[in-house]
């Protein structure tokens, strides 16, 4: 059977260990060779940067996130043996981790690891399909003769490239199809290589939970639930008409999905619809100056991430859910793309106070979507608001001054309620 060893790149039959090198991080599959679709997802990204960069950190639990009153943006391995999970309330962590190291993030050096990894990428194959700063899809069929290797070879050779360059960690994993490379990623993080091939993957689908499926959440979970569906096995129960007729679209991607059917191509040109942040609270809260507190954070995050991608957003929404898991949505339209947290935070405060509902809430988030290039960003003058320029402004200069001290150098009072 194809064995590679992940270390030395030693391609060899079975065996436990590399025959070259004796080292047991070896990748066996019957299908190792044949297979070219995978997925790329960085090990706690923004931590192990923060590790990377300050070696005092590199054997301490650490998190990326705000102060005692935010929350966690991600958190390294070691803080997650403790319980932390990303978007969980800062106090919680350090309940849970109070050895925990808590750094600020910072975005702009997390955009130049990600682009020096792309660049990597885009010497392997042309078909590269983005999700965020450290992940992605890539599909390597048809260029064995370029590299004069298989897939699997090669995205090792790439993990072994980011280590020795980078000083950063990833997990491949390795299938025919999307859904299925995405699953095979995080079977074994960190520094993980998994393999599903096509022989295997009804009978690896069969036992799985249904939220196993990418974009399964809690609200799609409690529905299925009623249906009598919590497992890949109960969903192949289903005819498609039925599936389709109870839970409409979805019931049809799941359909094909609980066998292993993802037609979907690694699409280079795949555009970002959307950019959105939100939280979930720790304790149901109506807390007017607590929400508002949120919103400027959130307001602020999204504005961040678009300017990092260099784009703006026409729409702005608002996502708030009850304590019943009742989901309230709204939106509006600005009269031109904007990237400013201000503006952001601004319409999204006024989508809050005319939902009149205070709540309590779990969850509350705020997005920009009809997506556009920054060139087209915060054109026009607001003649009904005649310090919008002023704060514009005062928020470009803050960004600049953030850049060269980090992001602590200016804090926004709102942003500590």
């Not at 990303?86 to 600020?104: D, I, N, R, T």
């Not at 087209?376 to 514009?392: I, Q, T, V, W």
């Amino acid at each position: 059977m194809p064995a590679l060893c992940r270390d030395c790149l030693t391609a060899f039959e079975t065996g436990a260990r590399c025959p070259r090198c004796r080292s047991p991080r070896v990748v066996v599959h019957a299908e190792l060779n044949q297979l070219s679709i995978a997925h790329m997802d960085c090990d706690a990204f923004y931590a192990s940067v923060e590790k990377r960069d300050n070696p005092e950190l590199r054997d301490k639990a650490v998190i990326v996130g705000g102060g005692t009153r935010g929350v966690v943006s991600t958190c390294c391995y070691l803080a997650r043996i403790h319980g932390v999970r990303s978007a969980m309330p800062m106090f919680q962590a350090l309940k849970l981790c109070p050895e925990a190291v808590v750094v600020k993030p910072r975005m702009s050096v997390y955009v130049e690891a990600s682009r020096a990894i792309r660049a990597m990428m885009e010497v392997l194959t042309p078909a590269i399909e983005p999700l965020s700063l450290d992940e992605a899809f890539l599909d390597l069929t048809g260029t064995e003769r370029l590299h004069g290797a298989p897939a699997a070879v090669v995205l090792a050779r790439l993990l072994k490239q980011m280590e020795d360059q980078l000083g950063l960690s990833g997990s491949v994993g390795l299938s025919h199809n999307k859904f299925l490379a995405k699953i095979a990623s995080d079977l074994d993080k960190p520094r993980g290589f998994s393999v599903i091939g096509r022989a295997e993957t009804e009978s690896f689908l069969r036992p799985k939970p249904v939220r196993i499926i990418w974009g399964v959440g809690t609200a799609a979970q409690a529905s299925l639930e009623k249906a009598g569906i919590r497992t890949i096995s109960d969903l192949l129960r289903w005819d498609r008409v039925d599936l389709t007729a109870r839970f409409g679209s979805m019931g049809d991607r799941l359909w094909h999905l609980a066998r292993g059917i993802d037609m979907r191509r690694v699409n280079r040109d795949e555009k970002l619809k959307s950019i959105s942040k939100e939280t979930t609270f720790f304790e149901d809260t109506s807390d007017g100056d607590l929400l508002d507190g949120h919103l400027w954070r959130l307001a602020e995050q999204v504005a961040d991430r678009a300017k990092a991608k260099a784009l703006a957003g026409r729409t702005v929404t608002l996502k708030l859910k009850r304590s019943d898991f009742q989901l309230i949505s709204r939106r509006h339209s600005l009269s031109d793309p904007t990237q400013l947290g201000d503006r952001i935070y601004r319409a999204a405060r006024a989508l809050f106070d005319q939902v009149g509902d205070k709540g309590p809430y779990r969850l509350i988030g705020v997005g920009i979507s009809d997506l556009a290039p920054e060139a087209e960003a915060d054109l026009s003058a607001d003649l009904l608001d005649p310090n919008a320029g002023k704060r514009a402004a005062a928020e470009r200069a803050t960004d600049a001054i953030r850049a060269r001290f980090g992001r602590e150098a200016i804090i926004k009072g709102r942003a500590l309620r």
